[in-house]
C-alpha cells in the first residue's frame, strides 16, 4: 500500500510501537474514587511517515477565487532545500479601450509599475533585488474545461498554470530595475496596512517602477492611437501584445510577492502606465496624459491571466533524489514540506488504528496531530499545514471528479471536506459550510511546533467497520495562505511527527461481571 509497508522492518521502525501511555487518576477529571465507571488515559502515538514531491500545485492567479492573489520573482539558496526561483508571466490590457489621441500627440515613456504585497523569503539580511521583463513570444491561452483533465473539469474558473508551467519570451529585456529589499520594512509595513492602515500614506507605499524601451512604448501609443477593434477587444489585445515575463536576477537573495490587483486595496498600484503629451497647436505648450493597463481584471467579464514560475535547484542537498512526483524515499531520515514548488511529507495513521482496534469500547476525548520543527531560525515554517487525501498511487481526490465520485465523503460528515480547489481534506468542521482555518494544522513559533485537532476524524475512523473506507493516508502539504503563492518551508523529524490521545473506556467491576 505504501512506503511503510515495504520498510516496517528497518531498525528506526523497531521502535515505533514503544508508545508512551498514562492513566490519569480520574478524580482529576471529576469522577469519584474506587467507584469510578469510566478509566481516563492518554496515549502518544509516533507516525510513520515519507518524503515526496507533486506536482498540482496551481500558481495561476484567479480573481473568482477567494484565494491571495500574488506573484513571486525573485532567488534564494538554502543549504537544505537548494536554490530556488520564481518568476512571473502576466498580460495586460488598456483599462479604458477607447480612446482619442491627436495626431499630433507624442510618446514620452511606458512604466511597469508593481507593488510590493510586502511577502518575502530568503533570510533577514538587507539585500539588492534586479528585475527583468521581456516580451512574451505566446500568449496566456484560457483552456476549455473540458479539455481539462476529468478530476477538475467542473471547478469553476481553473486553469492549468502550475508551478512548472511557462510561456517561451523573448530573451532580450525590454526594461530593468533593481530594489532593495529590507526585510525588517517589509515586515512593519506589512503589518501597518492590516492593523494601523491611517496611519500609512498609501502614496509613500513601496512600488517598483520598470521604464519599458522607447521601442515598446511606440508599438503601444501607435496600437492605441489606431482605435482598431483589436485594442478595444481584450481578448484580441492579448494576441497582439501577448504579455510580459518578469524574472529575477541571478545575484538576488530574496523572493518577494507582488500584489496585482489594482483594486484590492488603496495601497495597490500595479499597473502599465503609458505617458504621452498632448501639444497646444496654438503655443506648442505640452499636456502630459497617462493611459493604464491592468494587469490583473479590466472588468468583471474580462480576467488578465497571469501565473508564476517556481523552480528549484535541489542538487547537492538531502532532496536531489526526488526527481519523480508522488515517488516516496526515505531520504536522510529528515521529513521536509515546502510549498510553491513543493515538496511534502506523506504520514500514515495505521498505527491508530492498531491501538485504537485493541479498544472497541473507546471513546475519544481529544486526538491532537502534532509536530515538533527542528529548523525554523533562518527561513519561517509555513503558518499552517494541511492534510490531504491521497489514494494507493497518491494521486490526490477531487470532489468535482465524476471518476472518483465513489468517495465516502458522507462517512466523515464532521472532519472532512475539499479544499478550495476540490482536493479532499481532513480537520475539524463544525457546519457544512466550513472549509477555512478550522482545516489547517498551525504553527505555535513560540514553542516552535504544529497542531491540529482531529479528534472527530480519528472517532470515525476507528467506528468504521469498512476497511475501504478507512482512509489513513494524507500528505502533509503547506499551505501558507495557498502553496502557490509562497516559498516557506520546514523540517522535522520523523519522530517528532505523532497524535496525542486522550481516550476514555468503561470500566467493569466484579459486580457487573
Known amino acids: 500500500m505504501s512506503l511503510w509497508g515495504r520498510i516496517a522492518g528497518s531498525a528506526f521502525l523497531a521502535f515505533i510501537f514503544i508508545i508512551s501511555c498514562r492513566e490519569d487518576d480520574l478524580s482529576t477529571l471529576g469522577f469519584k474514587g474506587s467507584a469510578n465507571k469510566f478509566k481516563a488515559s492518554y496515549i502518544e502515538i509516533p507516525l510513520p511517515s515519507s518524503v515526496m514531491t507533486y506536482d498540482s500545485v496551481r500558481t495561476f492567479t484567479d480573481p473568482n477565487q477567494m484565494l491571495d492573489h500574488r506573484l513571486l520573482v525573485g532567488r534564494y539558496v538554502d543549504n537544505a532545500f537548494g536554490e530556488v526561483s520564481a518568476e512571473a508571466y502576466t498580460q495586460f490590457g488598456p483599462l479604458v479601450p477607447t480612446v482619442t489621441i491627436p495626431e499630433t500627440a507624442e510618446v514620452s515613456a511606458a512604466y511597469l509599475i508593481l507593488s510590493f504585497d510586502f511577502y518575502h523569503y530568503g533570510g533577514n539580511e538587507i539585500g539588492n533585488n534586479t528585475f527583468t521583463v521581456h516580451e512574451?513570444?505566446?500568449?496566456?491561452?484560457?483552456?476549455?474545461?473540458?479539455?481539462?483533465?476529468?478530476?477538475?473539469?467542473?471547478?469553476?474558473?481553473?486553469?492549468p498554470y502550475y508551478f512548472n508551467s511557462t510561456v517561451p519570451y523573448d530573451p532580450t529585456p525590454i526594461g530593468t530595475a533593481s530594489f532593495q529589499v529590507?526585510?525588517?520594512?517589509?515586515?512593519?509595513?506589512?503589518?501597518?496596512?492590516?492593523?494601523?492602515?491611517?496611519?500609512?500614506?498609501h502614496?509613500?507605499?513601496d512600488t517598483l517602477a520598470i521604464q519599458l524601451n522607447d521601442d515598446f512604448a511606440t508599438r503601444l501609443f501607435d496600437f492605441a492611437r489606431e482605435q482598431t477593434n483589436d485594442y478595444k477587444n481584450q481578448?484580441?489585445?492579448?494576441?497582439?501584445?501577448?504579455?510580459?515575463?518578469?524574472?529575477?536576477?541571478?545575484?538576488?537573495?530574496?523572493?518577494?510577492?507582488?500584489?496585482?490587483?489594482?483594486?484590492?486595496?488603496?495601497?495597490?498600484?500595479?499597473?502599465?502606465?503609458?505617458?504621452?503629451?498632448?501639444i497646444n497647436p496654438n503655443n506648442g505648450e505640452k499636456t502630459r496624459k497617462v493611459l493604464e493597463y491592468s494587469i490583473y481584471e479590466i472588468s468583471s467579464s474580462s480576467v488578465v491571466f497571469n501565473f508564476s514560475r517556481i523552480t528549484a535547484q535541489r542538487g547537492g542537498t538531502a532532496l536531489a533524489s526526488l526527481?519523480?512526483?508522488?515517488?516516496?524515499?526515505?531520504?536522510?531520515?529528515?521529513?521536509?514540506?515546502?510549498?510553491?514548488?513543493?515538496?511534502?511529507?506523506?504520514?500514515?495513521?495505521?498505527k491508530f488504528l492498531e491501538f485504537a482496534d485493541t479498544i472497541p469500547n473507546a471513546i475519544f476525548n481529544s486526538v491532537e496531530f502534532s509536530i515538533d520543527v527542528d529548523d525554523a531560525e533562518t527561513f519561517p515554517p509555513p503558518s499552517t499545514l494541511r492534510l490531504r487525501y491521497v489514494d494507493e498511487n497518491n494521486h490526490f481526490i477531487n470532489f468535482y471528479s465524476n471518476r472518483e465520485s465513489d468517495i465516502a465523503f458522507p462517512v466523515y460528515p464532521a472532519s472532512m471536506t475539499y479544499d478550495e480547489e476540490g482536493w479532499y481534506i481532513i480537520?475539524?468542521?463544525?457546519?457544512s459550510a466550513t472549509v477555512g482555518t478550522l482545516f489547517d494544522i498551525n504553527y505555535d513559533p513560540e514553542n516552535r511546533q504544529y497542531r491540529g485537532d482531529l479528534t472527530d476524524y480519528f472517532q470515525t475512523l476507528r467506528d468504521l467497520q469498512d476497511d475501504e473506507l478507512r482512509y489513513t493516508d494524507y500528505i502533509l502539504y503547506a499551505k501558507t495562505p495557498h502553496a502557490g503563492i509562497s516559498v516557506n518551508r520546514t523540517i522535522f523529524k520523523p519522530e517528532n511527527a505523532k497524535l496525542k490521545v486522550y481516550y476514555t473506556v468503561p470500566v467493569l467491576n466484579n459486580n457487573q461481571q
Open 203 to 205: 502614496k509613500t507605499i
Open 323 to 350: 526527481t519523480t512526483p508522488r515517488a516516496e524515499s526515505e531520504l536522510d531520515g529528515n521529513r521536509y514540506c515546502q510549498s510553491g514548488n513543493p515538496v511534502a511529507t506523506k504520514v500514515y495513521f495505521d
Open 182 to 201: 529590507d526585510p525588517e520594512v517589509f515586515d512593519q509595513t506589512l503589518d501597518d496596512m492590516k492593523n494601523n492602515p491611517s496611519e500609512l500614506d
Open 235 to 278: 481578448r484580441r489585445f492579448r494576441r497582439i501584445f501577448k504579455g510580459f515575463a518578469i524574472r529575477p536576477s541571478a545575484t538576488d537573495s530574496k523572493i518577494v510577492g507582488f500584489n496585482q490587483d489594482i483594486d484590492s486595496t488603496k495601497f495597490t498600484k500595479s499597473r502599465l502606465i503609458l505617458n504621452y503629451d498632448e
Open 427 to 431: 480537520g475539524q468542521r463544525l457546519n
Open 136 to 159: 512574451l513570444l505566446d500568449s496566456i491561452p484560457p483552456t476549455d474545461p473540458n479539455e481539462l483533465p476529468a478530476t477538475v473539469q467542473r471547478v469553476a474558473n481553473y486553469q
